[in-house]
Every structure is written in C-alpha cells, then in structure tokens.
C-alpha cells in the first residue's frame, strides 16, 4: 500500500459518529415535544371548530337543538359530517384526529333548561415516545375551551363547564 494515500483514520471516522450522536441525543426529545404540542394546538383548534359546528347544526339543521346523544360518544361528530350537514370535515367526524380522540353529547331543551352540548379530547397515547399528548380539551355550549391533565373524557357538560380555562 502507498503511504501517500489520504483518508480518515478511524479515530476520526469514531469522534464524527459520537458528534452525530450528541446531536441527535439533544434533537430527539425536542422533535417529540414538538409533535406533541402541534398535536394539542391541533385539538384546540377541533374543539373550536366543533364548537362553531354545532352552532350552526342548531341554527341550520338542528331546529334549535344540537347534535348527538345524550350521553358522551361518537353521535354528534357523526351527526355534524353527515352528508345532509357536512359541517366538519371527514377525519373530525370520525373522532379520531391528530392523536386526540373526540366525543361529545348534548341535553337537548326542557321547559326550564336552554339546549346544550360538550365535546371532550384526550390523547390516544400518554406516555412514552409515541405520546401524542399531555393534557385534556373540553368546550361546551358557552364556547370557553377548557383544559386539565387528567387524560380521561370529561363525562357531562357539568363538568367541561366546571374545568379551568385552557391557556397558553
């Protein structure tokens, strides 16, 4: 062999991958808190749309009263993107979205009580790598979005109601 060939030695070759693997150590957790806030900004922003929603379904279609079940599930989101309303669109209406999981219900109007209606969110996943989320999102019929930690649905309107404020 010619001792005037030029190359890296192994040494080099050894210190440029540890280099590349400080970066990554320092990039990764970073990249993952990155999804998993663009994940809620997401879920926000589907609670203030089905907020807007089913305004209209009750103004429109709903003859004064608002989509869904009595109870927390799937009913209003399939009531909002079904093709005769068609408020939201087709991956919303599924109740899964940008790793947010989505419910809802209404109590419809009694003699004494005006219509209402909640939508609750939580991540699909909670921990680990593939979180897609920390905290929970509710909105209900006066339209402040709300937000806690504790990662299971909001079970009635009373309770989206009596959460905190989301803030940033």
Known sequence: MNRN???????ELLIVVVIIGIIAA??????????????????VSAMRTLHGAQMTYASSA?????????SM???????????GARIIDDTLDTGLKSGYTFVGM????TATNPPEF???A????TTGVTATGTRRFGVSTPGVIVADTTLAHFG???????ASPFSN
Not at 26 to 43: D, M, T, V, Y
Not at 62 to 70: F, L, S
Request: hydrophobic residues 50%; proline residues 6%.
């Open 122 to 125: 939580i991540p699909t996943t």
């Open 106 to 109: 209404q109590a419809p109007k």
């Open 73 to 83: 599930s799937n009913a209003a989101l399939a009531a909002l993107g079904t093709p």
């Open 156 to 162: 009635t309107i009373a309770a989206v109601a009596a």
């Open 26 to 43: 320092i990039a990764i957790p970073n990249l993952l808190a990155a999804r998993r806030s663009a994940n809620e900004g997401s879920a």
């Open 5 to 11: 060939q030029k190359g890296f030695s192994l040494i």
């Open 62 to 70: 709903g003859n004064g009263e608002y989509a869904g079940a009595t």
């Open 118 to 120: 909640a939508f609750s």
